[in-house]
């Protein structure tokens, strides 16, 4: 038993050593900012349906949060192989700064004000009632893209 334990731990570092011979700005550059990942299940019969409504809602509130500087892109992306029963919606938006995640007060009212004006509160709370009814937020991630060195 112990020569077996001794194994797999001596298997478990050789798995590991090539990991920790990685560089960060050697091997790999982290880049700025961060991608901010939502992760949606629609029911496959909706989805048409679904980035439609978002183009009013979600789209027109990424354009606002460009205007700001809050992000500097945006997309959505549907899977294609849906049948596996994970999301099949993601919603992409890249943020250039990580420090513009914090709270500011004038620019989230500036903000919210604009977005009112688009698309009023009762509009919008309609809209979402009909998508509750066939989405599901299954992730929501911040990502860091890794460039690898020459």
């Given at each position: ?56 809602t979600w789209a027109s509130s990424e354009e606002i ?11 959505i992306m549907v899977k294609m192989n849906a049948e ?16 513009l995640l914090e709270v500011d007060q004038a620019r ?43």
């Amino acid at each position: 038993m112990r020569v077996e334990f001794l194994a797999c731990l001596a298997l478990g570092g050789a798995m590991i050593a090539p990991s920790v011979l990685a560089e960060p700005y050697t091997d790999y550059t982290p880049q700025k900012g961060v991608w901010h990942v939502v992760t949606v299940k629609v029911d496959p019969n909706h989805v048409d349906d679904y980035v439609t409504g978002l183009k009013r809602t979600w789209a027109s509130s990424e354009e606002i949060a460009k205007k700001h500087g809050l992000i500097d892109s945006y997309q959505i992306m549907v899977k294609m192989n849906a049948e596996d029963g994970q999301g099949n919606v993601l919603l992409i938006e890249h943020i250039p700064n990580m420090a513009l995640l914090e709270v500011d007060q004038a620019r989230d009212q500036a903000m919210m004000k604009e977005f009112r004006a688009a698309l009023p509160k009762p509009d919008a709370d309609k809209m979402v009632e009909g998508f509750d009814k066939y989405r599901t937020f299954v992730g929501d991630d911040y990502w860091n893209e890794l460039i690898y060195t020459k």
